[in-house]
C-alpha cells in the first residue's frame, strides 16, 4: 500500500481551492483527494517547511542535478513559463503541503513519472505573517 502523505492546508485555502473547483467536476474530485489526506490548521499554527498556496519552492531533479522553483498559485494565477504552478496541475497537488526535505512523485502530461525533491521553501506567506494572499 502506498503512504499518503499528511498535506497541511489553512481553512482560507480550502475555502478559495474549493471556490475554484465548485465549476468543474475533475477539479472537485481531485481537491476531494487532497482533502481526504488535509490536516487544515489555522494559518498561524502552519509549519514554516511547509509548501501552503503561493508559496515559492526549490525542486531538484536528483537524477538530472536540475533545479527548478515554482510558486503554487490558483488557476487564474497559473503561468507554468513563468515558475506559477497551477495548484490543480499533477505537480502543483504533489507539492501542496509538503515538507521541506520530501521527495514529491507526479505524473506529468508527458505520462513519464517525475520525483523531484523539495530543497527550499524561498517564501511561505503564513511564516512571513502575510495572510492576505
Known amino acids: 500500500m502506498k503512504k499518503t502523505r499528511t498535506c497541511y492546508l489553512t481553512e482560507l ?60 498559485v490558483y488557476p487564474p494565477n497559473a503561468d507554468f513559463a513563468h515558475g506559477r504552478l497551477n495548484v490543480f496541475s499533477p ?18 502530461p508527458s505520462g513519464t513519472q517525475q520525483e523531484l525533491k523539495l530543497a527550499r521553501i524561498l517564501y511561505q506567506p503564513e511564516a512571513a505573517d502575510d495572510f492576505s494572499l
Open 91 to 108: 505537480a502543483g497537488l504533489a507539492l501542496l503541503g509538503a515538507k521541506r526535505g520530501e521527495r514529491i512523485r507526479f505524473t506529468p
Open 13 to 72: 485555502d480550502v475555502a478559495r481551492l474549493e471556490k475554484h473547483a465548485a465549476a468543474d467536476a475533475k477539479l472537485q474530485e481531485m481537491l476531494d483527494d487532497v482533502l481526504k489526506r488535509a490536516v487544515i490548521v489555522d494559518s498561524r499554527e502552519i509549519p514554516a517547511d511547509v509548501v501552503t498556496m503561493n508559496s515559492q519552492a526549490t525542486l531538484v531533479d536528483e537524477a538530472s542535478g536540475e533545479q527548478m522553483t515554482w510558486t503554487v
